[in-house]
């Protein structure tokens, strides 16, 4: 029902910065959940950020808070994750994800988000 695409990854360096785009398909972006994610090689597909359909509530992991900021842009159907300060941890795939919205809650598990996009690379160089 819905498709994402995720574009803006690439190579950064330690301190520098990176806007993440995902592209949906389909009306009713507006009423998705949104959020992303990182998986690193060897380890578990980890939360990053999510934000509620409206884009009004956000919620971001503490290693990323006050680095990283989620927003989106519902006319277009692209959800936004801008990356600042970023670290060599910060290494990894991001994957964008759509699922349905939960009342006063974001949640930070994969398992709540049924539409993931293909994924980009994210490579911070020390």
Not at 3 to 9: A, N
């Amino acid at each position: 029902q819905v498709q994402l695409v995720e574009s803006g990854g690439g190579l950064a360096q330690a301190g520098g910065s990176l806007r993440l785009s995902c592209a949906a398909s389909g009306r009713t972006f507006s009423s998705y959940l949104m959020g992303w994610f990182r998986q690193a090689p060897g380890k578990e597909r980890e939360f990053v950020a999510a934000s509620s359909g409206s884009g009004t509530s956000t919620y971001w992991a503490d290693s990323v808070k006050g680095r990283f900021t989620i927003s989106r842009d519902n006319a277009k159907n692209t959800a936004y994750l801008q990356m600042n300060s970023l670290k060599p941890e910060d290494t990894a795939v991001y994957y964008c994800a759509a699922g349905p919205e939960y009342s006063d809650y974001l949640p930070p598990k994969p398992s709540a988000y049924h539409y993931w996009g293909q994924g980009t690379q994210v490579t911070v160089s020390s």
